[in-house]
């Protein structure tokens, strides 16, 4: 009888531990990014702003060299306020660049924020595209093979097709409208 308690309990916690599993599944964000045609349209647009900017900084730089090279050729003709205030213009338009630089290209600059606006609204639509697939299929768990070290996935745990056709079929709502 305490055989049969033991072998019985043993048999509950393994059942009970299977019934608790948890179901995994895996999407890549940058193939479902790939295939949505607006968001290429909002990468073409980022990337339009970024040679824009790079052009301009581009010519300031030029111009800093031009302005640079002359003062220094002309340095030693030059006397009191005209030195100063060449001297002025030079480090003025160096400020100038450094400033752009920073606030276009920087951390916080004007590129990282254009793109967090551009990008903002795909992935909340990915994001609601992956909470619908995890809840109809049960999964506990959905990691996105873009931002971790996935290194296999069986064909039947990637999810990236379906959450693809959600969003594809979003779109096309939208566009009938």
């Given at each position: 009888?305490?055989?049969?308690?033991?072998?019985?309990?043993?048999?509950?916690?393994?059942?009970?531990?299977?019934?608790?599993?948890?179901?995994?599944?895996?999407?890549?964000?940058?193939?479902?990014?790939?295939?949505?045609?607006?968001?290429?349209?909002?990468?073409?647009?980022?990337?339009?702003?970024?040679?824009?900017?790079?052009?301009?900084?581009?010519?300031?730089?030029?111009?800093?060299?031009?302005?640079?090279?002359?003062?220094?050729?002309?340095?030693?003709?030059?006397?009191?306020?005209?030195?100063?205030?060449?001297?002025?213009?030079?480090?003025?338009?160096?400020?100038?660049?450094?400033?752009?630089?920073?606030?276009?290209?920087?951390?916080?600059?004007?590129?990282?924020?254009?793109?967090?606006?551009?990008?903002?609204?795909?992935?909340?639509?990915?994001?609601?595209?992956?909470?619908?697939?995890?809840?109809?299929?049960?999964?506990?768990?959905?990691?996105?093979?873009?931002?971790?070290?996935?290194?296999?996935?069986?064909?039947?745990?990637?999810?990236?097709?379906?959450?693809?056709?959600?969003?594809?079929?979003?779109?096309?709502?939208?566009k009938k409208n």
């Amino acid at each position: 009888m305490k055989n049969f308690k033991t072998v019985f309990a043993i048999l509950f916690l393994i059942c009970f531990g299977v019934s608790n599993a948890q179901k995994v599944g895996v999407v890549d964000t940058d193939v479902i990014l790939e295939k949505l045609p607006q968001y290429k349209e909002a990468e073409a647009k980022l990337n339009s702003q970024i040679d824009t900017w790079q052009t301009d900084l581009q010519n300031l730089q030029a111009e800093y060299e031009k302005k640079r090279s002359a003062f220094e050729n002309e340095k030693v003709l030059l006397i009191g306020d005209q030195l100063k205030l060449r001297e002025k213009e030079v480090m003025d338009l160096d400020k100038n660049i450094k400033t752009t630089t920073s606030l276009r290209f920087g951390t916080n600059g004007e590129i990282t924020k254009l793109r967090a606006s551009l990008v903002q609204p795909f992935q909340d639509q990915i994001w609601t595209a992956m909470e619908t697939v995890r809840t109809k299929n049960g999964l506990g768990i959905l990691i996105d093979k873009a931002k971790n070290n996935v290194l296999f996935v069986e064909k039947r745990f990637d999810y990236t097709d379906k959450v693809l056709d959600i969003l594809l079929k979003r779109t096309g709502k939208e566009k009938k409208n």
